[in-house]
């Protein structure tokens, strides 16, 4: 599989004006927002009379609403209209969203900057389906990874910057205001010109006829995806993750100012550091999922974020000081730098939990149907957000302190990600899979890219240990189909590990008759669906390293389901613990050491004709070699 770098993607024209629009509209949006709030808050009397606390909960509230009310169209704009047009006339929205926001700044009318908040809740409305309906179309598979990571690093980084710009610019004296008014039209202009190079991006569905009840298209929308189950839980897991990351970022005010006694600059640290966080983790994605896309590091990613929310929790009851502290006196106290690495790695952890959701929505939904399933995501999300706020304020007026709704937070997190990963086991199998090859063994794939991403196919390997399925699991680009021996089938708790995967059990003629033909017609149900599903023709494991005879099984698949056959083989397994080698497999394996390496070789598909039980097994022995 090529090895790109993801950031190469920013030289290219088919990705980086669209990340320049993209980010330069989050940078917009923050700058304007916080600015904003920053004058509302510090000079509230040149503008209002109104209480402050109010506005400061109300404006983030006119920002979301948009997202309720109109989402549900955006998403079918998008899927009828061209994405780069659609994404000029957005950008023109911007920049006239911040006129209007210029005259309110010179003019000191209040309700014209929180009529532009609204405006730019509708921009970002308007554009969210665009952007991730985008991606698919321009890159490859084993760069949409990257690509996600790319974007979402951009987004988190952009609303970072865009804070600290907002906050520094509205209170220079005397030209703040005129700084905020131009800078924030000065850069909607910018992404204009930078949309402008973005190319053409065809209309999955020009014909749909727009359906402008906002209600039921919203209906309409999350029943059509919980038609994939898959596909609906990532949407759900998407969701909970914004509920998570409101909750931890909402408390990060009065937690700098009321438990770590920080100053205005110890809260902008933190939410720096959060920031980085998850820049760095949507980053990391591409290089721990090898540039395919990994649903293993969504449980990963959950897991981290409930370990270091709890520990965040643990070390602000360590934290002691209770001087007031600016940024340097904060560095200075005692646990400080423990509750910095904590909210670092929940910003990692997201990171990893939620690039590899969006990838696999972007791949798994209906084509025609990605946006409005993004505009139903973004609704999903916004609703979540709302329930956040609720219940951070009911715990607060429960009595809970801050550190305790981390606490509370991390393990609500948990129980939600338990939940949905026993709704879809496949996201645990693969977190399995990815766990041992990056522990037990150092895995290289070979040729692994020409594995099927849609469409039936029958995968053929050599039988070599316990762990043979799961090294081909974590390189398959989707879920398998293992035909596995029945007796195996059966063992106590692996039995419910190979339900959960969809194992199909076999057992010979002799044994169970019923069972066997049962088998078959299985396989070829899965084969109808377009599913992938593996065989190993020795029928049992290897006890000497060398391949044993294939059977004839692959030929009663094929009568069946006329398919594409793809051989495989495993190299470098033989003489691990997991192998029925009959010297001393545990001094072998220790002198193997971790990270031992093995490879997985795929080799051209054979067409239906082409096949024999003779010709795979040479095939299959061609592509092992000597390395056993």
Request: proline content about 5%.
């Given at each position: 599989?090529?090895?790109?770098?993801?950031?190469?993607?920013?030289?290219?024209?088919?990705?980086?004006?669209?990340?320049?629009?993209?980010?330069?509209?989050?940078?917009?949006?923050?700058?304007?927002?916080?600015?904003?709030?920053?004058?509302?808050?510090?000079?509230?009397?040149?503008?209002?009379?109104?209480?402050?606390?109010?506005?400061?909960?109300?404006?983030?509230?006119?920002?979301?609403?948009?997202?309720?009310?109109?989402?549900?169209?955006?998403?079918?704009?998008?899927?009828?209209?061209?994405?780069?047009?659609?994404?000029?006339?957005?950008?023109?929205?911007?920049?006239?969203?911040?006129?209007?926001?210029?005259?309110?700044?010179?003019?000191?009318?209040?309700?014209?900057?929180?009529?532009?908040?609204?405006?730019?809740?509708?921009?970002?409305?308007?554009?969210?389906?665009?952007?991730?309906?985008?991606?698919?179309?321009?890159?490859?598979?084993?760069?949409?990874?990257?690509?996600?990571g790319v974007i979402e690093m951009g987004t988190f980084v952009g609303i970072l910057l865009g804070e600290i710009l907002g906050a520094i610019l509205v209170v220079h004296k005397p030209w703040g205001l005129e700084m905020v008014a131009g800078g924030t039209i000065?850069?909607?202009?910018?992404?204009?010109?930078?949309?402008?190079?973005?190319?053409?991006?065809?209309?999955?569905?020009?014909?749909?006829?727009?359906?402008?009840?906002?209600?039921?298209?919203?209906?309409?929308?999350?029943?059509?995806?919980?038609?994939?189950?898959?596909?609906?839980?990532?949407?759900?897991?998407?969701?909970?993750?914004?509920?998570?990351?409101?909750?931890?970022?909402?408390?990060?005010?009065?937690?700098?100012?009321?438990?770590?006694?920080?100053?205005?600059?110890?809260?902008?640290?933190?939410?720096?550091?959060?920031?980085?966080?998850?820049?760095?983790?949507?980053?990391?994605?591409?290089?721990?999922?090898?540039?395919?896309?990994?649903?293993?590091?969504?449980?990963?990613?959950?897991?981290?974020?409930?370990?270091?929310?709890?520990?965040?929790?643990?070390?602000?009851?360590?934290?002691?000081?209770?001087?007031?502290?600016?940024?340097?006196?904060?560095?200075?106290?005692?646990?400080?730098?423990?509750?910095?690495?904590?909210?670092?790695?929940?910003?990692?952890?997201?990171?990893?939990?939620?690039?590899?959701?969006?990838?696999?929505?972007?791949?798994?939904?209906?084509?025609?149907?990605?946006?409005?399933?993004?505009?139903?995501?973004?609704?999903?999300?916004?609703?979540?957000?709302?329930?956040?706020?609720?219940?951070?304020?009911?715990?607060?007026?429960?009595?809970?302190?801050?550190?305790?709704?981390?606490?509370?937070?991390?393990?609500?997190?948990?129980?939600?990600?338990?939940?949905?990963?026993?709704?879809?086991?496949?996201?645990?199998?693969?977190?399995?899979?990815?766990?041992?090859?990056?522990?037990?063994?150092?895995?290289?794939?070979?040729?692994?890219?020409?594995?099927?991403?849609?469409?039936?196919?029958?995968?053929?390997?050599?039988?070599?240990?316990?762990?043979?399925?799961?090294?081909?699991?974590?390189?398959?680009?989707?879920?398998?189909?293992?035909?596995?021996d029945h007796r195996i089938f059966q063992i106590p708790f692996l039995s419910w590990v190979f339900r959960t995967a969809k194992a199909i059990p076999i057992a010979p003629a002799k044994e169970d008759p019923w069972l066997m033909e049962k088998s078959y017609i299985?396989?070829?149900?899965?084969?109808?669906?377009?599913?992938?599903?593996?065989?190993?023709?020795?029928?049992?494991?290897?006890?000497?390293?060398?391949?044993?005879?294939?059977?004839?099984?692959?030929?009663?698949?094929?009568?069946?389901?006329?398919?594409?056959?793809?051989?495989?083989?495993?190299?470098?397994?033989?003489?691990?613990?997991?192998?029925?080698?009959?010297?001393?497999?545990?001094?072998?394996?220790?002198?193997?050491?971790?990270?031992?390496?093995?490879?997985?070789?795929?080799?051209?598909?054979?067409?239906?004709?082409?096949?024999t039980p003779l010709v795979l097994q040479e095939k299959v022995k061609s592509l092992r070699g000597d390395w056993k």
């Open positions: 599989m090529s090895q790109h770098s993801q950031f190469s993607l920013l030289g290219q024209r088919r990705f980086s004006p669209f990340f320049w629009t993209q980010f330069l509209g989050a940078f917009n949006d923050n700058v304007f927002k916080t600015a904003l709030l920053t004058i509302l808050t510090y000079d509230a009397l040149q503008w209002t009379d109104m209480d402050v606390g109010l506005l400061n909960n109300l404006i983030p509230g006119l920002f979301i609403l948009p997202f309720v009310l109109f989402s549900a169209t955006s998403g079918q704009l998008a899927d009828k209209f061209e994405k780069g047009k659609m994404a000029r006339y957005v950008k023109l929205l911007e920049i006239a969203i911040m006129c209007i926001a210029a005259v309110g700044w010179m003019q000191h009318q209040l309700w014209l900057l929180i009529a532009a908040v609204a405006g730019m809740g509708i921009h970002s409305t308007l554009f969210g389906p665009v952007k991730y309906a985008y991606l698919p179309q321009h890159l490859k598979a084993d760069e949409l990874v990257g690509g996600n000065a850069i909607a202009i910018i992404g204009w010109l930078f949309s402008l190079r973005i190319p053409y991006s065809p209309a999955p569905e020009p014909e749909l006829v727009i359906n402008w009840n906002a209600a039921t298209e919203t209906v309409r929308n999350i029943s059509f995806s919980k038609q994939n189950r898959p596909v609906f839980l990532s949407l759900l897991g998407n969701s909970w993750f914004w509920f998570y990351g409101a909750i931890i970022l909402a408390q990060f005010p009065m937690y700098a100012k009321n438990y770590l006694h920080g100053d205005h600059s110890v809260f902008v640290l933190l939410l720096t550091i959060f920031s980085f966080g998850i820049g760095a983790g949507s980053l990391l994605c591409e290089r721990l999922s090898g540039h395919k896309i990994e649903i293993g590091l969504v449980p990963f990613g959950s897991i981290g974020l409930s370990l270091f929310g709890f520990d965040l929790y643990l070390s602000s009851l360590t934290y002691t000081n209770t001087v007031a502290v600016g940024l340097m006196g904060f560095l200075q106290q005692a646990g400080s730098w423990r509750i910095l690495f904590d909210i670092s790695m929940i910003g990692v952890f997201g990171g990893l939990y939620i690039v590899p959701l969006f990838a696999l929505i972007q791949t798994r939904c209906d084509p025609k149907h990605l946006s409005r399933t993004i505009a139903g995501m973004n609704i999903l999300n916004a609703i979540f957000m709302v329930v956040a706020a609720l219940a951070a304020m009911l715990m607060l007026k429960s009595g809970l302190t801050i550190p305790e709704i981390f606490l509370v937070t991390a393990i609500l997190n948990a129980i939600v990600a338990t939940y949905i990963f026993s709704l879809l086991p496949e996201f645990l199998m693969r977190f399995i899979a990815w766990l041992l090859i990056h522990t037990v063994h150092r895995v290289n794939g070979v040729n692994t890219e020409i594995l099927p991403e849609e469409g039936a196919a029958v995968l053929v390997c050599n039988h070599v240990s316990y762990m043979d399925a799961i090294v081909i699991m974590a390189y398959s680009p989707r879920p398998i189909r293992f035909v596995m299985d396989i070829a149900k899965a084969l109808h669906d377009g599913e992938l599903v593996c065989i190993f023709p020795e029928g049992k494991l290897t006890a000497t390293g060398d391949m044993n005879e294939f059977k004839g099984g692959i030929m009663k698949i094929l009568e069946r389901s006329p398919v594409p056959v793809f051989p495989m083989a495993l190299r470098g397994l033989w003489g691990s613990f997991l192998t029925r080698d009959k010297g001393n497999s545990f001094g072998r394996s220790f002198r193997r050491g971790p990270f031992s390496k093995l490879e997985m070789v795929v080799g051209e598909a054979l067409q239906p004709s082409e096949v």
